[in-house]
């Protein structure tokens, strides 16, 4: 049986250090060159692995390890065995031991976030750090292309087309929330919100040109339909990390 989501917040101004870590990680990972330079992917996988570590010790002084399902995990472990597979036949073994370390810190994001996030005012708060950042970036990028002379957006990150991505995953959040309804109780103030960040967000996608980005696009618009035309609701705060990650 699938666990009851959202669940209620017991403290819901308490800060919680599970979310402060993932939160972080949203906000540090796209500001040294999209995070793809030596320095922060070494800081970001020395943060994954120890948030994982302390799960795992926690878990164990607890009694014990509850893992939530979730139909993804199937395809993350699939896709991360044909990745592993993949280097035994590779030409360039050093590289694709360098991809394979980056798939599987995008799996272990995935299952920290899933067992981390626990109850919606959480999700509600981790869904305002990735818009946020997304803003951030669209602003960023949109001054570069209006008014500093750069011939595409690219924000803090050294490839547009990584930019583009980025500024879609947040794009697709944000205008899914307006046409599906965000979770939990809307304020007054949310809804223009979202329109400024939509708006925001879309308009620097296309200032990008990044025409492989509109692959990411249509994978992210049609994980959002899944998400809230049957998924259990659950699956929405993974399919919010899925976007964020995986096409940022």
Same mark, same amino acid.
């Given at each position: 049986? %699938?666990? #009851?989501?959202? &669940?209620?917040?017991?403290?819901?101004?308490?800060?919680?250090?599970?979310? !402060? $870590?993932? @939160?972080?990680?949203?906000?540090?990972?796209?500001?040294?060159?999209?995070?793809?330079?030596?320095?922060?992917?070494?800081?970001?996988?020395?943060?994954?692995?120890?948030?994982?570590?302390?799960?795992?010790?926690?878990?164990?002084?607890?009694?014990?390890?509850?893992?939530?399902?979730?139909?993804?995990?199937?395809?993350?472990?699939?896709?991360?065995?044909?990745?592993?597979?993949?280097?035994?036949?590779?030409?360039?073994?050093?590289?694709?031991?360098?991809?394979?370390?980056?798939?599987?810190?995008?799996?272990?994001?995935? %299952?920290? #976030?899933?067992? &981390?996030?626990?109850?919606?005012?959480?999700?509600?708060?981790?869904?305002? !750090? $990735?818009? @946020?950042?997304?803003?951030?970036?669209?602003?960023?990028?949109?001054?570069?292309?209006?008014?500093?002379?750069?011939?595409?957006?690219?924000?803090?990150?050294?490839?547009?087309?990584?930019?583009?991505?980025?500024?879609?995953?947040?794009?697709?959040?944000?205008?899914?929330?307006?046409?599906?309804?965000?979770?939990?109780?809307?304020?007054?103030?949310?809804?223009?919100?979202?329109?400024?960040?939509?708006?925001?967000?879309?308009?620097?996608?296309?200032?990008?040109?990044?025409?492989?980005?509109?692959?990411?696009?249509?994978?992210?618009?049609?994980?959002?339909?899944?998400?809230?035309?049957?998924?259990?609701?659950?699956?929405?705060?993974?399919?919010?990390?899925?976007?964020?990650?995986?096409?940022?």
């Amino acid at each position: 049986m %699938w666990p #009851v989501f959202p &669940l209620q917040s017991v403290y819901p101004n308490r800060v919680d250090g599970r979310l !402060v $870590v993932i @939160g972080g990680l949203v906000v540090f990972s796209p500001l040294i060159e999209g995070g793809t330079t030596h320095f922060p992917v070494l800081i970001i996988r020395l943060i994954l692995f120890a948030a994982l570590a302390a799960w795992v010790i926690v878990s164990m002084k607890k009694g014990g390890m509850t893992v939530h399902p979730s139909p993804l995990f199937l395809a993350v472990a699939v896709f991360v065995g044909w990745a592993a597979l993949s280097v035994l036949y590779s030409a360039y073994v050093a590289v694709s031991l360098h991809w394979l370390v980056s798939i599987l810190s995008y799996a272990t994001l995935l %299952w920290l #976030v899933v067992h &981390l996030v626990e109850n919606a005012n959480q999700v509600r708060k981790l869904v305002v !750090v $990735v818009l @946020g950042m997304g803003f951030f970036e669209a602003a960023v990028g949109s001054y570069q292309f209006l008014w500093g002379g750069y011939p595409r957006a690219k924000g803090t990150f050294f490839n547009p087309n990584f930019f583009a991505l980025y500024e879609m995953a947040a794009f697709t959040l944000a205008f899914g929330l307006l046409c599906y309804g965000s979770l939990g109780k809307a304020r007054r103030w949310e809804r223009p919100v979202l329109w400024v960040v939509s708006g925001a967000t879309g308009l620097a996608f296309i200032m990008a040109q990044s025409r492989g980005a509109l692959l990411g696009a249509v994978h992210s618009f049609c994980q959002f339909n899944r998400c809230f035309r049957g998924w259990p609701t659950r699956h929405c705060k993974e399919n919010f990390q899925l976007l964020r990650f995986f096409h940022g």
